[in-house]
């Protein structure tokens, strides 16, 4: 798997949207990142973090996709308030853990994601979740 995956904080849905065809990097505080399928690894976070069953999230359409689409080109999707705040609130202990957890649940498929990689990967999106929450701004992840 060859994907780029970039977290970035939006004002707005259509603020976000435009980051679809050039990546986020240029007009919005960003974190890259890449070879994971962004789309499982937030919902799998929630879990996680905020509760909840991953069918139930899937169901609801989680992570939200807010534009482009999800077979042949880039894709912006909206983390939910609720993963967002979560993020935004986890002690590093509590960040530890989830790293852990989520890097045995992608080993148990087959995907190879490291403790320390997953560690710095969602601390890095929790601050970026907190420096979100300061500005009044949503999570975002553009996908190529």
Request: with cysteine; net charge negative.
């Amino acid at each position: 798997m060859s994907v780029i995956v970039e977290f970035f904080a939006a004002p707005d849905d259509t603020s976000a949207a435009r980051a679809l065809r050039t990546g986020p990097r240029r007009a919005f505080e960003s974190l890259s990142f890449g070879n994971f399928d962004p789309e499982e690894a937030v919902v799998e976070w929630q879990c996680l973090l905020a509760g909840g069953s991953f069918d139930d999230l899937v169901d609801a359409g989680e992570p939200r996709p807010v534009a482009g689409q999800d077979d042949d080109g880039c894709l912006v999707l909206a983390l939910s308030p609720r993963l967002a705040a979560a993020l935004a609130e986890a002690a590093g202990p509590e960040l530890q853990d989830a790293a852990v957890a989520w890097s045995s649940q992608r080993a148990a498929d087959g995907e190879v994601i490291g403790t320390d990689i997953a560690s710095v990967i969602l601390g890095d999106l929790a601050a970026l979740a907190r420096s979100a929450r300061r500005q009044g701004q949503e999570v975002y992840c553009w996908v190529a």
